[in-house]
Each structure stands twice: as structure tokens, then as C-alpha cells.
């Protein structure tokens, strides 16, 4: 299995540009996960899904930023406009209920804006 | 809510000898699981270890061992005989058996090894 898989890896981008983040769970698993990490406030949950439904996006910063699972292998995270305190590294990590309950996490994008 | 608490930001250890992290964390449910994860440069979250909250027997992993105290809610990791690829950030995280599985990491903490 080739786990979690996000694009891109880096993204530089300028302040007002939108950014989409891209991620692609492990085949099977019926959880996605979107987290934001910073040196400030370490890792935060921003949303996540279940078998393709938004359960919580209470850590969702901003109306700027928006989420979405069109199917069970696909899921987009879109900041719009972006703005520099948005830079940050952002992880989309996978689950399986039942399978020791663990979370497998993509390498991450890191995002820079200008 | 649940919360996970990680009171040391950094430690270092001299390589081949032993480290423990600590970790506590604040519930009222009775059934979960607790996991530390490692984060090296590389930035990708590897999870070290788990433990089910119903079982006693505290979890090994080769030189990773945890001591989980149910009735203290601590759940500390030590790891023996350090090696340089210990270098790392270290997370403790919590989840409810059941449910959506939201998990709760704590804020880390930076492990170095020293050569």
C-alpha cells in the first residue's frame, strides 16, 4: 500500500491567492483526517470526515478555509484567500475503525504564503 | 473533553542510554486507546506504540516501552538504548474506543540524542 498520499509536498504562494490542498486516504479506510501544524500551537484538528461526511469542523480557523470528500479515495482542503498566517505545515492522515484504531498520516504539505 | 499534557518541551539523552517522556492526560471515559507517535525532521508522523486502555500489560516495541497507569491516567514512554534516529519530536495521543475516533495530541516533546 503506498499510505497516504498529499499534494504538493511545498506550496509557495503570494497573500490572496487561493491554495487547495490535496489528499488521497489508503484504500479502505473510512476516515480522513485534516490537521494544521505550527510551531505556536502544535498540531490542531481542523475536520474530519466519516465515510465521506464532515463530522466536526469545529477547528476549522476561518470561512477562509473550506474542506471536502467527493468520494471515499479523494479529499481537498482549500484556503481562500490565503493570508500569511496561514503558513504552516497541513497533514491529512487515514483510519479504519475496528484496526487498532490508529491513524496513518500523508507526509504533509508545507505551506508558505507571502 | 479529553485532554493529553506533555510537560516536557525538550529533553536530550546521550546515545545508548535510556529516556523516558512522560505524558498525562484527563478523561472520563473508561474505554480508549493512548499512542505515541514520532515526528523526525522528516516531518512524517510514525506511529512507536500503543496501548488499549482495558489491558494492563504495559505495551513493548522493541527498546520502546510505555508504563501505563490507568487510575493516574499516565502514560509515559521510555526508550532504551537511544540511537541517533531517536532524534525526533515525540506526541502522546488519546482516543475513545468507538465513536468517530477524534484523536487528541498533546503538544510534544523534542527529544535529541546526543552521539
Known amino acids: 500500500d503506498a499510505g497516504v498520499i498529499q499534494s504538493p509536498r511545498h506550496e509557495v504562494t503570494e497573500m490572496g491567492q487561493e491554495v487547495t490542498l490535496r489528499c488521497k486516504p489508503i484504500s479502505g479506510h473510512n476516515s480522513l483526517f485534516w490537521y494544521r501544524q505550527t510551531m505556536m500551537r502544535g498540531l490542531e484538528l481542523l475536520i474530519y470526515?466519516?465515510?465521506?461526511?464532515?463530522?466536526?469542523d469545529s477547528g476549522m480557523p476561518e470561512d477562509r478555509f473550506s474542506a471536502k470528500m467527493p468520494n471515499a479515495s479523494f479529499s481537498t482542503l482549500k484556503i481562500q484567500p490565503s493570508e500569511p498566517r496561514d503558513s504552516a505545515v497541513y497533514f491529512c492522515?487515514?483510519?479504519?475503525?475496528?484496526?487498532?484504531?490508529?491513524?496513518?498520516f500523508g507526509p504533509g504539505t508545507r505551506l508558505t504564503v507571502l | 473533553a479529553q485532554t493529553v499534557t506533555q510537560s516536557q518541551p525538550e529533553m536530550s539523552v546521550q546515545e545508548a542510554e535510556t529516556v523516558t517522556l512522560s505524558c498525562t492526560y484527563d478523561?472520563?471515559?473508561?474505554?480508549?486507546?493512548l499512542f505515541w507517535y514520532k515526528q523526525p525532521p522528516s516531518r512524517q508522523m510514525i506511529l512507536v506504540i500503543r496501548?488499549?486502555?482495558?489491558?494492563?500489560q504495559n505495551a513493548t516495541e522493541n527498546r520502546f516501552s510505555v508504563n501505563f497507569q490507568k487510575a493516574a491516567k499516565s502514560f509515559s514512554l521510555k526508550i532504551s538504548d537511544s540511537q541517533l534516529g531517536d532524534t525526533a519530536m515525540y506526541f502522546c495521543?488519546?482516543?475513545?474506543?468507538?465513536?468517530?475516533?477524534?484523536?487528541?495530541f498533546g503538544i510534544g516533546t523534542k527529544l535529541q540524542v546526543i552521539p
Open positions: 470526515f466519516n465515510n465521506n461526511v464532515p463530522i466536526d
Open positions: 492522515a487515514s483510519f479504519l475503525a475496528g484496526a487498532y484504531n490508529e491513524q496513518f
Open positions: 496501548q488499549e486502555a482495558y489491558k494492563q
Open positions: 495521543a488519546f482516543v475513545i474506543s468507538g465513536g468517530y475516533q477524534k484523536v487528541t
Open positions: 478523561t472520563s471515559e473508561n474505554n480508549y486507546y
